[in-house]
């Protein structure tokens, strides 16, 4: 008799853990009200995801907007999500995002047309061009830093969104003329507000902004592939220009082997989408990583910063090359990275029924990987909290270090972030000591990306 009880409870609990634990919440909304609290806190929006995870260990699942969600935050599920060998996983199609970036974005495409996108767009991310990224975010630094002691309070962050947008558009575009780089910031920022916004295109909602102002975006990559094509019909080569739009458009226009098969090549409409994705993707990103060091660099000041500066260049420009000697700067960025988690975690969508984790996880149903808690989990990482460049004296573990995802999605402007995080780095450093005016760690409402809400203002002093 107690063979047969001990094997009715063992096959119940197996059925109570077929599906992950967690809650569904109330019907229809789950637990959305409990995630917009989350949200309003300044805690942030991890805050509704780390807490569960407590709660509920390494898998769990909770109901957002409507929708089923499963988080989970362990290396293997990483590993088996992102590389996605099985086929399974995909990004999930959301039409208010499409309206925005565009449904030729990286970030929007459907599998099979990603994998021709970024098949074109991976060649312009060469060594070369980190190469020359670093050369023109340098002069863009130390720029920036020239006025900073004059300035009272700075609030970093602001100037960091400034610095890393222009960056971008010399990059993508050539664009430097000021006021033009203004107001494409502007419009930009709308755009990015728009995406967490509630999907409703009426005259005075933030979505209809952020459509209005893509439609602007739009018209200035017109305008400026215009401008190019003349310029090449024109046979007009003073104007020689060094950007991504150049390269994609030569392969348009050149003839040469990749272009001649039509099925490959880029339509101006995947260009522009995806020239707009790429300034999302590296502004906000870039600036809000630096502000995060900016801030573990602070509260470690002392020792941490006189490591650095036995490290420093003393040439007035930088080159690539440099980079590669500062070999604790760049350990310093990556365990920024791995402290910020500025993308907390990653979304897809599972294409069949499928085991996770052991349990079972029904087709459609949207699973994140949570690579914050990767990040901060013990057994990963030791003495998770602590800010210790050192720890990567050593390779992380395998399918541990996630800042800039894995697989066939993984960021493709990580080299070149992670080379201007150290130029930053170097150049702040060696110019400034500094103090912070508000140390408040709430985390801004409705971002993107993890940022300090008060945009961590500092108050600079030139080192002697
Ligand atoms: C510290 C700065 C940055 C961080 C933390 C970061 C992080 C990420 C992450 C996590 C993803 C993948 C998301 C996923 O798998 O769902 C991603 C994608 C991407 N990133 Fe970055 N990124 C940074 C800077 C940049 C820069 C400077 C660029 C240059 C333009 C860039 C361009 C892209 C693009 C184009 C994608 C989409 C790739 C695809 O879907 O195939 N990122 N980034």
């Known amino acids: 008799l107690r063979k047969i009880f001990k094997t009715v409870i063992q096959d119940h609990e197996k059925s109570a853990a077929d599906i992950p634990p967690g809650s569904h919440g109330f019907p229809v909304i789950g637990e959305t009200l409990q995630f917009m609290l989350s949200v309003n806190s300044g805690k942030g929006f991890y805050e509704f995801v780390r807490s569960r995870r407590i709660r509920y260990g390494s898998c769990f699942r909770t109901s957002l907007f409507g929708e089923a969600h499963v988080f989970l935050s362990t290396t293997e599920s990483a590993r088996a999500v992102l590389n996605n060998e099985s086929g399974m996983f995909t990004k999930r199609y959301i039409k208010s995002i499409a309206a925005l970036v565009g449904d030729r974005s990286l970030l929007c495409a459907s599998q099979h047309h990603h994998k021709i996108l970024r098949s074109h767009f991976i ?254 989990d013990p057994n990963v990482y030791s003495e998770p909290h602590k800010f210790n460049p050192s720890r990567f004296d050593e390779e992380a573990k395998a399918n541990s270090f996630l800042p800039f995802g894995m697989g066939g999605r993984t960021c493709l402007g990580l080299n070149m972030a992670k080379a201007m995080m150290v130029v930053f780095l170097h150049r702040f450093i060696t110019t400034y000591r500094w103090e912070v005016v508000d140390g408040d760690p709430s985390i801004e409402k409705w971002t993107l990306f993890a940022r300090l809400k008060s945009g961590y203002p500092i108050r600079v002093s030139r080192r002697l």
Not at 138 to 150: I, Y
Request: aromatic share 6%.
């Open 123 to 376: 060649n312009l991310f060469s060594k070369k061009s980190t190469a020359l990224m670093v050369r023109n975010f340098d002069e863009l630094v130390v720029d920036a830093l020239s006025g900073w002691e004059h300035r009272g309070t700075v609030v970093l962050l602001t100037d960091l969104l400034q610095i890393t947008f222009k960056a971008m558009c010399k990059m993508l575009i050539s664009l430097e003329n000021e006021e033009e780089l203004d107001s494409l910031q502007r419009d930009v920022g709308f755009v990015c507000e728009a995406m967490l916004a509630f999907p409703l295109n009426l005259p005075w909602t933030r979505f209809h902004k952020g459509i209005m102002a893509r439609g602007r975006v739009m018209e200035v990559l017109e305008k400026t592939i215009r401008e190019r094509r003349n310029e090449t019909s024109s046979h007009n080569n003073n104007n020689h220009h060094e950007d991504f739009l150049q390269q994609l458009l030569a392969v348009d226009s050149d003839g040469s082997a990749s272009s001649s098969d039509h099925s490959t090549k880029l339509t101006d409409a995947e260009i522009k989408d995806n020239i707009l994705t790429m300034i999302i993707a590296g502004q906000d990103t870039t600036a809000s990583a630096l502000t995060w060091m900016v801030k573990y660099l602070g509260e470690n000041q002392k020792e941490e910063q006189t490591r650095i500066a036995k490290q420093a260049s003393d040439k007035p420009f930088l080159e690539l090359d440099d980079l590669t000697e500062m070999t604790y700067a760049s350990k310093m960025v990556k365990e920024s990275l791995r402290m910020a988690s500025v993308v907390p975690w990653f979304p897809r969508v599972v294409l069949q029924d499928c085991e996770m984790e052991g349990y079972k996880i029904n087709k459609g149903c949207n699973i994140n990987i949570d690579a914050r808690s990767i990040h901060l």
